[in-house]
């Protein structure tokens, strides 16, 4: 009964709005659809209609497909604080964090997905028993346990929370706390296994590197919080929902930090790269300074490696870094230049000159274009409708009819008021 | 794995190769009468012919789809699979194809050498290649590359692949590469559903009907040595190498990878790989490893020899060697 009241709230919320909510759901539709004729495109062509190649085997899919799982890994640094540490300022944030988690795992299955066309089907080989899961030797293997395993969490655990708010009762930390926990050290993994699936490959000398793994957290605790501050600051703008200033201020802190982290090692692997070139190095000397009249790619990594610094920079100065208009173009300035750090900065560049020397480029199609925009919309589609249901739970506005009058009302709400005391107060009063 | 049939190692014994094929033959027409039986009450219809293949072919690529890992089918599976390719490319190509299963036979590991000073460049080995193993020819995919370089360097950085000229041309010798078969091939551990794999004989193999596509062993050969179907590929149907193993140059499928497999369906039946034949120098020197008689050993014990990128620890089993 609460069940199909929950849902039909849900459904309410995520379709009900004002004019502009519904002209911003209709522009990421037409995008989706935009992106799902590339995909029938592809799919019915072949992947030789992208600019991937025999040379370069991973394009624009991978490359967005390694950010997000930043992206995603990125909400622990609410998660964590929130509910292990009990941190009172971030008690509103860490739903929505989880909400970006979510919609960013859709959209790394769905770059996965646009990486092998016409494979869907085929997925059931990668179950185990049935089909043939390469586990544990394949790095991509324990990917896609990471990732699968990930969203399972992350959408159960807010689900909990949300659910037992809507029926009017307070989430028993006990049931869902183990799970934190888990998520805790499940968020760094996907991120770890992912820089893994790169770096264990001595085949690619720019990717083949102890620092990868390091340097794919710093990048993905920066750009994830970044994004975060950048939603926070948008609902807060937007709704009445309390998202507290020192929320806002502690991801700016923790993200001025990452960012540092993040350039000191860009600045290592660089060091390493150029200080004593080897054969090794050549791949990087691509990405930075071009290979002859080949150097599509050196555009791209400067203005990210500018952006980087300059946001670093202004993150670092404290006045700039609490004004809030300054501190969102420092957001946006991070979130993209990781975006080109670590996507088109990373994948593709690994792939150029090819193992025996050869250099062919990369330039990526329409249909890769569409459909990288198009899984980008679908991503935004989900975010939105998750946060839509979940604000007015969080504020009291949508509750479960059948609390008052139902039958089990009364077994809920003594346990619910002797809950309260020992529960709530860490993390709503004070 | 341990549930290889070993009674199919016998490649050279005539009456097992017969039996086999019978075998196949009547799971053919058994398949094709089920298919048919299906649909009787269509088969009074003058249309009949044609829809009874389509159907035909639907119901073969539902059984393709839903096909079991080579590495675990059992003989009969194997039986009826082979049966159903060889169904498949009659129905969607018109070609006869014969499809073996030959196992890997004991007591051999493959072996290539090649003479470095001997090699011209003129590709010989590369048009063999393309014909033997039914290579796309609108992609116009390799498995052999030929690098041209010039005198005294050893460096692939400054080699050119693409060279389109009179050869050999002065001052330049030529190296060329496939896949190496890798005594510890980095592609292998990385699939993440085991659709590669190396075979007792040294070769790395692909199940392309169970390989997902998603370019993992690609990125990890330190060769370039494997190919991707980016389109569906197209081999004319008189060109076609109607001579076909599983694992080799049978057809393959638009998202699927491929490779150099020493020509497995000529190299088991004690055969050269259609490179070293067609090699009009004789700077290809192929053969088994664990046959002290050997020319390749031979080769091994008398010349002074190297491999590519020897650091990485891959242990190819494919050799650099001058006279």
Known sequence: MHLRAFLLTALRSATSGERRYHLWMGSLTAIMIVGGYAYWYQVQHGLAVTGMNDHVSWGLYISNFAFLVGVAAAAVILVQPAYVLKDVDFGRAVLIAEGVAVSALVMCLAFVMANSPGTPQKWWRLTPVIGLLNWPSSMLAWDVIMLNGYLVLNIVIPFYILYMHFTGREPERKKYVPFIYISVVWAVSIHLVTAFLFAGLPARPLWNSALLGPRFLASAFTAGPAFMILLLGFIKSQTTYPVSDKAIAKLATATAVTSQINLVMLISEIFYKFYAPTHHSINARYLFFGIEEHHALVPWIWTGLALNVIATFALMIHPLRRNLRFLMIACIMLFVGIWIEKGIGLVIPGFIPSPLGEIVEYTPTWVELCLTAGIWALGLFVLTVLVRVALPIELGDARSPYIEGAARAPLVRPRSSVARPRDVRPVRTR | ?323
């Open chain 2, 1 to 323: 794995m341990s549930d290889f049939n070993d009674d199919m190692n016998d490649s050279d014994d005539g009456t097992m190769l017969q039996k086999r094929v019978d075998r196949r033959r009547a799971l053919g027409i058994l398949l094709g009468g089920m298919a048919a039986g299906t649909q009787a009450v269509s088969a009074c219809s003058p249309l009949s012919a044609a829809t009874d293949e389509k159907r035909e072919l639907k119901h073969l690529e539902w059984q393709e789809f839903i096909q079991k890992h080579y590495r675990r089918m059992n003989e009969s599976e194997r039986a009826e699979t082979i049966a159903r390719l060889e169904r498949l490319a009659k129905l969607r190509h018109g070609e006869d194809v014969t499809i073996a299963t030959t196992d890997a036979q004991p007591g051999v590991v493959f072996g290539y050498a090649f003479n470095i000073s001997k090699c011209k460049g003129y590709r010989s080995c590369v048009e063999a290649c393309i014909n033997e193993n039914n290579l796309d020819r609108n992609a116009d995919t390799q498995y052999i590359r030929i690098f041209e370089m010039p005198d005294g360097v050893v460096d692939l950085d400054h080699a050119d692949p693409t060279y389109d000229h009179e050869v050999p041309a002065a001052g330049h010798f030529y190296l060329g590469t496939q896949c190496f078969q890798c005594a510890n091939p980095p592609c292998v551990p990385v699939c993440p559903v085991g659709a590669t794999w190396q075979e007792p004989d040294g070769i790395v193999v692909i199940d392309y009907n169970w390989c997902v596509g998603c370019r993992m062993c690609m990125s990890a050969c330190p060769y370039w040595a494997r190919r991707f179907n980016w389109s569906a590929p197209e081999v004319p149907l008189e060109q076609v190498n109607t001579n076909q193993h599983y694992l080799g140059n049978r057809a393959r499928k638009k998202g699927v990878v491929e490779k150099c497999t020493f020509c497995i369906h000529r190299t088991r039946a004690g055969r050269l790989p259609a490179c070293a034949e067609a090699c009009p120098t004789g700077a290809r020197v192929f053969g088994n490893l664990l046959d002290p008689d050997s020319e390749i050993r031979w080769v091994l014990a008398n010349k002074k020899i190297f491999r590519l990128k020897e650091d990485l620890g891959t242990e190819p089993r494919f050799w650099y060697f001058s006279d």
